[in-house]
């Protein structure tokens, strides 16, 4: 149990393009889902936490406005990178969590590729 | 604030050899500690956990001691293989709230 499917698994696009990324549980509901940055050889940085109905709570120095993350239901939540530029470019990862303070458990991630 | 360190990679080995890979951690309270594994263009998978002092993790055969008068979580493994050749993460949490992750380090493990 505790499946977490994300989609697309690898995207490429044009600069100025808005791109969505949809994280799922698949056999569990989800009250929390976080998102995760990667960049290369370095760890992965929390960039918001969303809980199930309510605005999400982003890290220092994420922009709210360029990363709108919905989590609209308990078994799906969309982080969409608006207007992506090249510096845009990574590996983002999704975890979602039956309630606060459970364990996490991870999406495959989906490598974005801004042209 | 919390931070977890641990050793820059990549470790290559050869099949069969042991493994350390060092992690340390830095908390203000008693944290959780876990060992992340991510293989090649994939997420993360848990691989093993300790929630609190002396307990140790273990899976797959590999092995972490959780031990808190050194604030240290080093992963073991006896003989390695091909397949274990990922990169690993060392994490720690507060009550599973939020994950502070190390910056990985990447095993390669040759025939």
């Known amino acids: 149990g505790a499946v977490v499917s994300q989609h697309p698994s690898r995207v490429i696009c044009k600069s100025g393009t808005s791109v969505k990324i949809e994280c799922r549980s698949l056999?569990?509901?989800?009250?929390?889902m976080f998102w995760y940055r990667q960049f290369p050889k370095k760890s992965l940085m929390l960039m918001a936490t969303s809980n199930e109905g309510s605005k999400a709570t982003y890290e220092q120095g994420v922009e709210k406005d360029k990363f709108l993350i919905n989590h609209a239901s308990l078994t799906l939540s969309t982080l969409t990178v608006t207007s992506a530029h090249p510096e845009d470019s990574s590996f983002y990862i999704c975890?979602?969590?039956?309630?606060?303070?459970?364990?996490?458990?991870f999406g495959d991630g989906t490598r974005l590729s801004i042209l | 604030g919390n931070s977890v360190t641990q050793m820059e990679g990549p470790v290559t080995l050869s099949e069969e050899a042991f493994l350390t890979i060092n992690c340390t951690y830095t908390a203000t309270g008693y944290p959780s500690l876990f060992w992340y594994v991510q293989y090649p263009g994939e997420g993360l998978q848990l691989l093993l956990k300790a929630t609190k002092a002396d307990d140790k993790g273990s899976n797959k055969g590999f092995e972490a001691t959780y031990r808190k008068e050194t604030t240290s979580f080093h992963l073991e493994k006896g003989s390695v293989q091909v397949s274990d050749s990922a990169v690993y993460f060392c994490?720690?949490?507060?009550?599973?709230?939020?994950?502070?992750f190390g910056k990985g380090t990447m095993l390669l493990v040759s025939p």
């Open positions: 056999d569990f509901q989800a009250t929390t």
């Open positions: 975890s979602a969590s039956r309630l606060q303070g459970q364990p996490q458990h």
């Open positions: 994490a720690l949490s507060e009550g599973y709230s939020t994950l502070t």
